[in-house]
């Protein structure tokens, strides 16, 4: 990949976040079980443009939540004990997000994730991928010949952006993380298009 090439992709993604940014959106992540097939949801949080939670909940995954997962995020299997099911959170889930565009930082991993939890794809969803718009940002090329994935936490630190409050690998924390790095890539087009 040339320098131009880079220079055109990161100019163009940050182009994009700038123009995400216009919409009314939302943003969303959950924390897991973990990573396989039978991964379900123990947390979700969705946040509106303006980084106001719509919702910030803890999900009973209807199984035992594994060591690797409690070490990752923090969230035991008490503490999900008595908090609603998937099923109870869905109608009210989809009633948000088929109204607006929700971004999530690795799109690919929570709607799998999302479709293996509820058995189906969540109903009008319309995403995009902040992780996948941020590596272009970034031009790092990976194995593949593609631009490298980052993880979000990276992404904050590359971008400086400000110390926030709500703890990484949380629902809600990543939500307001991955609102912040698409506005400090928008930022980065504002004073880079003059």
């Not at 163009?12 to 924390?31: G, M, P, S, Y």
């Not at 070490?71 to 009633?95: C, F, K, Q, Y």
């Not at 490298?148 to 690998?169: F, M, N, S």
Request: charged share 20%; aromatic share 6%.
């Amino acid at each position: 990949m040339t320098a131009y090439r880079h220079a055109i992709d990161r100019k163009v993604a940050a182009h994009e976040a700038h123009l995400l940014l216009q919409n009314d959106f939302l943003i969303l992540d959950t924390e897991t079980t973990g990573i396989d097939r039978n991964a379900r949801v123990v947390q979700i949080a969705i946040i509106d443009a303006s980084g106001q939670p719509a919702v910030d909940t803890l999900i009973n995954p209807g199984m035992p939540i594994p060591a690797d997962a409690m070490r990752i995020h923090g969230i035991t299997d008490a503490m999900v004990n008595d908090a609603p099911s998937m099923a109870d959170l869905l109608p009210s889930l989809e009633s948000l997000w088929s109204t607006h565009p929700t971004y999530i930082y690795n799109a690919e991993f929570d709607s799998r994730i999302l479709l293996q939890h509820i058995g189906r794809r969540p109903g009008l969803m319309r995403s995009t991928c902040i992780m996948k718009l941020y590596a272009r940002f970034v031009g790092q090329v990976g194995s593949r010949g593609d631009y490298k994935w980052h993880k979000l936490t990276d992404a904050c630190i590359q971008l400086k952006v400000p110390r926030i409050d709500a703890p990484a690998h949380s629902a809600l924390g990543d939500c307001l993380r991955t609102l912040a790095v698409l506005r400090a890539m928008s930022e980065w087009y504002v004073r880079n298009s003059a």
